[in-house]
């Protein structure tokens, strides 16, 4: 644990590996700051340090105009087991994403399963402040980004940051920060007209593997809803009733993405903020993480080969559960395709320019669907089943894609037709973004590793609570083309057609195998009989579950 000496030693520094994971007040200016401030460093003595800004504006600091504390990546604690941390922290992450700026904290504790006293008590003891602090800290630095960075009106500015009136958004602006807000915009930002787009800056620490990101989410990029090029990530984008597109590329002279909003979306932009934090895992510790993996074998040399490795999230974590279940005994390619045709049968069309015209059906349309409508789309009806029943359990609240913890996830996950540990542990690391997730029957893990899943388990231990980023790795050290593949008998793309119910299913030819291949003769006869039967076995039961 960080001590006020260790954490003034790091300001000294200006040390980025500790960019959002402190913060410091100092008495003399009233200000509090990123410990990689530009500013002059202040004596030891006038230094008091926070683990959030909520903390250090509930003392009575403002935050600093020229670090900027509302760009700092967050620090939230991965891998935490303990149970108000836990609590906490989902807490936190829908704060975040704007829960209370349209419900009570009574409406979110109730969502967690909680009475409203307890989390208010076990936020305040583990952040320092109570929940509805922590919500105005974070409406008032969405809203300082958006005056210093853009030329949006101060009453969109309001809106858009998540107050519900502009007498409130400049009321708690000058009691945070000492002036009115039009004064810190004549200060700042030269008006300019008003762009197509809105760009926002999103910071990380640093390194950052951002091509091979790129490449993981190229190779599963949904036909009509994404689209990867060279440099950038453009998608089509629905939070609640608002749609729109996006796109995000790397800054050219900062430690930072670059986001590009439609004007759409803006009375979302607090919660798509957000997300797009996560699906590019913004607020990663990647010292940490190569700290724990590094140690390893195995992967220490691959940590070393592709410093700050991140682990891809998802935006629509529906979307991420679809194309997971979608994936199932298919290749990535085949998957993808899947994806784009499901997208095309039952996404609302959305022209997001350039190649992007549609919006991913959201769980409550895809429960509207009868399994045979989604099985037309190229899929075994046993799969399409699942995917139904999956997204009904989605909507009746039955599963949760929020915030959680791995093993309950886990649990009610598989619980449901159709569901294996690997998806569910896939789902965990794309939809719930969570680093401790590890399919360890994926393909992909057992060839890195040259080992069974009973033995990849055992050896992942040493790397949690991290396995996650272990399992981007090992991946990534194959090369994208057997990522997600989670079975040894793959259907390949171009076979990904309907698998008509028939009797009989175990005569499934496993891709990669020859139906007209010569039978060995004598013992080895036998033996490969025997194989055989293991495989049919082997797809005759994953067709009926």
């Known amino acids: 644990m960080l001590t006020d000496d260790a954490r003034y030693a790091a300001l000294l520094t200006r040390d980025p590996r500790f960019d959002g994971v402190f913060f410091v007040g100092v008495s003399t ?11 002059r460093t202040p004596g030891r003595a006038r230094c008091t340090f926070y683990r959030t800004p909520a903390q250090a504006e509930a003392a009575g600091f403002r935050a600093c105009f020229r670090c900027r504390p509302e760009l700092a990546p967050g620090s939230s604690e991965l891998g935490s087991v303990d149970a108000v941390d836990a609590l906490v922290q989902a807490a936190a992450r829908k704060i975040t994403e704007g829960a209370l700026n349209e419900a009570s904290v009574d409406d979110l504790a109730a969502e967690l399963g909680v009475s409203a006293r307890h989390l208010r008590r076990a936020t305040e003891a583990r952040l320092g402040v109570s929940p509805v602090e922590l919500a105005q800290t974070r409406r008032l630095a969405l809203a300082k980004q958006l005056l210093q960075d853009t030329a949006l009106p101060l009453t969109e500015i309001a809106f858009a940051a998540g107050f519900g009136s502009v007498r409130r958004f400049n009321a708690a602006f000058i009691e945070t920060m000492g002036k009115a807000p039009s004064l810190l915009r004549r200060v700042h930002v030269e008006v300019a007209p008003p762009a197509e787009a809105l760009e926002l800056r999103l910071d990380y620490r640093p390194p950052y593997a951002w091509d091979e990101l790129l490449a993981f989410l190229r190779a599963r990029a949904v036909p009509g809803v994404e689209r990867v090029d060279r440099d950038s990530y453009r998608r089509n984008v629905r939070l609640g ?13 900062r430690d930072a ?33 190569a700290r724990v993996l590094g140690a390893d074998r195995t992967l220490g040399p691959l940590v070393r080969a592709r410093p700050g490795l991140r682990l891809p999230g998802a935006i629509d974590p529906c979307e991420a559960s679809v194309r997971a279940l979608l994936g199932q005994q298919v290749s990535v390619a085949a998957a993808t395709t899947l994806a784009g045709r499901f997208a095309t049968a039952f996404g609302q069309t959305y022209a997001g320019g350039d190649g992007l015209e549609r919006v991913f059906p959201t769980a409550a349309e895809v429960a509207r669907l009868s399994p045979e409508a989604i099985a037309a789309i190229g899929l075994p009806g046993a799969r399409a089943a699942a995917m139904h029943g999956f997204a009904r359990a989605i909507v009746s609240g039955a599963l949760s894609l929020g915030a959680g913890e791995l093993d309950p996830f886990v649990e009610q996950a598989v619980a449901l037709p159709g569901i294996g540990p690997w998806t569910a542990h896939y789902l965990a690391m794309r939809a719930l973004h969570l680093p401790d997730a590890f399919p360890a029957s994926d393909l992909g893990i057992k060839k890195a590793l040259s080992a069974t899943p009973r033995a990849a388990e055992e050896r992942a231990a040493a790397w949690r609570p991290f396995r996650s980023y272990a399992v981007m790795h090992l ?17 390949p793309a171009r076979t990904a057609a309907p698998v008509r119910a028939r009797r009989g299913a175990d005569r499934r030819v496993p891709a990669g195998s020859r139906a007209g291949a010569a039978r060995p003769a004598g013992g080895r006869a036998r033996a490969h009989d025997a194989r055989a039967r293991a495989r049919r076995g082997a797809a005759a039961r994953v067709l009926r579950r």
Do not use: K, N
Request: charged share 20%.
């Open 29 to 39: 200016t009233g200000i509090y700051c990123r410990p990689i401030c530009p500013a």
């Open 241 to 253: 009733e608002h749609r729109g597109a996006i796109a995000v590329r790397q800054a050219s002279r």
């Open 257 to 289: 993405l670059v986001l590009s909003v439609a004007p759409s979306l803006l009375p979302a932009l607090m919660p798509l903020v957000a997300h797009v934090r996560r699906m590019f895992d913004l607020d990663a510790r990647p010292d940490v993480i």
């Open 475 to 491: 991946w990534t050290s194959l090369g994208d083309t057997h990522a997600d593949d989670h079975d040894e008998h793959l259907v």
